[in-house]
């Protein structure tokens, strides 16, 4: 087991923690273990190229802060209320996301697998543009090491967590996705591979996965970004989970054992009022996002 800190710096928010859990006789933890974030220098010439934007955007929150120091100081009347920002361009994660080596041993003799792993939670946000502005960001920073292989730690990366990805409706949703992370892969040539299987339909039900409890959305994703052409791409994504040895994605969908348990029924035959009740539970007492697996034949 292996656990990042990640707290989100606004206080009084709940605190994260992102973790790694893995079989030490079969993965290697390597050297490498960082944040992913981006410099002072890098926000200062956000900040500057695009200060009458930003200016404009905060002022709100000025006027705010004023307010509340002004509340602060004698408690009278309501406490003012914070205004919903929609900044114009990206700075920094609300939450880091974090990337740690690791060595995926086989039998005696074959070649491992080596990637880093990144492991991220992203920003929901009141706009749609607040989780586009940090998945670009987190793309541009992957894209960007992924690219020059020759010179990174480890060439191949794997992208595991909640990306908050506006994917309710898979027939208009994935062609719009796939054209933007398209739009990454411009510089990448030769035998990359750029493979978000999540977001094809699963060969077994012709269906795209869901990832939270209402089986509505998928928020979260698994990314491949690997030179390794022992790892899946996007075009065996038809073929997933025909060898039972082979390649395969799927998520642990605890929301119909949870409905079979307490009605001894599934989801779809409950009531409107059961289904409140139901779904209500997942809102504290477990996590109303199912968890994904994704299978890798060992290394050859």
């Known amino acids: 087991l292996y656990i990042n800190p990640s707290l989100s710096p606004n206080p009084g ?61 004698n408690q009278l009347g309501k406490r003012p209320k914070k ?44 706009y749609i543009s607040d989780r586009r502005q940090e998945f670009d960001a987190l793309m541009t920073w992957i894209l960007g090491r992924f690219i020059e292989h020759d010179r990174a730690y480890y060439p191949n990366f794997i992208l595991l967590g ?23 892969n411009a510089d990448v040539r030769g035998e990359a591979n750029v493979n978000f299987p999540f977001l094809d339909p699963h060969p077994k039900t012709n269906q795209v996965l869901r990832t939270n409890a209402r089986l509505t959305e ?11 052409q022992r790892l899946p791409t996007y075009k065996e994504n038809s073929s997933m989970g025909e060898n039972p040895r082979g390649p395969d994605y799927g998520v642990f969908n605890f929301v119909e054992l949870f409905s079979d348990a307490l009605y001894n029924r599934g989801v779809s035959e409950l009531s409107l009022s059961e289904k409140k009740g139901f779904f209500r539970r997942f809102e504290h007492e477990v996590s109303d996002h199912l968890p994904l697996w994704l299978r890798l034949p060992l290394p050859d």
């Open 83 to 126: 205004p919903n920002i929609k900044m114009p361009v990206f700075l920094t994660f609300a939450r880091q996301p974090f990337c740690v080596s690791f060595r995926l041993v086989g039998h005696p003799g074959t070649n491992p697998y080596e990637f880093m792993a990144v492991n991220a939670h992203l920003y929901f946000g009141d």
């Open 13 to 73: 928010s709940l605190g994260e923690r992102l973790g790694f859990i893995y079989n030490v006789s079969m993965v290697k933890r390597g050297e490498v273990v960082s944040d992913i974030s981006f410099d002072r220098t890098k926000v200062l010439e956000t900040l500057a190229r695009n200060y009458d934007q930003v200016n404009q955007a905060i002022l709100p929150y000025v006027d705010y802060l004023k307010e509340l120091d002004q509340w602060n100081s």
């Open 162 to 184: 909640d990306l908050n990805l506006d994917f309710d409706n898979p027939t208009t949703d994935r062609d719009r996705i796939e054209k933007h992370i398209k739009m990454f």
């Open 218 to 228: 998928t928020f979260d994703q698994i990314g491949l970004f690997n030179w390794d």
